[in-house]
């Protein structure tokens, strides 16, 4: 079991910025790759980034390339998402997930493949 504690949530104006951390323990050590999901009341979850951990590559949604940046420390078993240049339509539950799943690119941003999920930690946007 892996367990995943979001943070770093909060309310800015369009245009700021957010660091949202993912904290993952328990048995990590399976692994294969963490992502960042988005979920607004009566809408499907989607995948906004994610990163492999043995090689630290990276994906994203094409809504927040270039404004989102996913990073992680191995050291603490975090996952980070760098959120700039935020939009109203940005505002949602952000939720840190983990597969042990072996993944390619067409599928590491499908919220089906993962297995553990955290709590979730609110983005609100206002313009």
């Known amino acids: 079991q892996v367990q995943l504690v979001e943070s770093g949530g909060g309310s800015v104006q369009a245009g700021g910025s957010l660091r949202l951390s993912c904290a993952a323990s328990g048995s990590t050590a399976s692994t294969i790759a963490m992502g960042w999901f988005r979920q607004v009341p009566g809408k499907e979850r989607e995948g906004v980034a994610a990163?492999?951990?043995?090689?630290?590559?990276?994906y994203y949604a094409d809504s927040v390339t270039g404004r989102f940046t996913i990073s992680q420390d191995v050291a603490k078993n975090t996952v980070y998402l760098e959120v700039n240049s935020l939009k109203p339509e940005d505002t949602a539950m952000y939720y840190c997930a983990a597969t042990n799943s072996m993944l390619g690119r067409y599928s590491i941003l499908h919220p089906l493949r993962y297995d553990y999920w955290g709590q979730g930690t609110q983005v609100t946007v206002s313009s």
């Open positions: 990163i492999f951990i043995s090689h630290g590559g990276t």
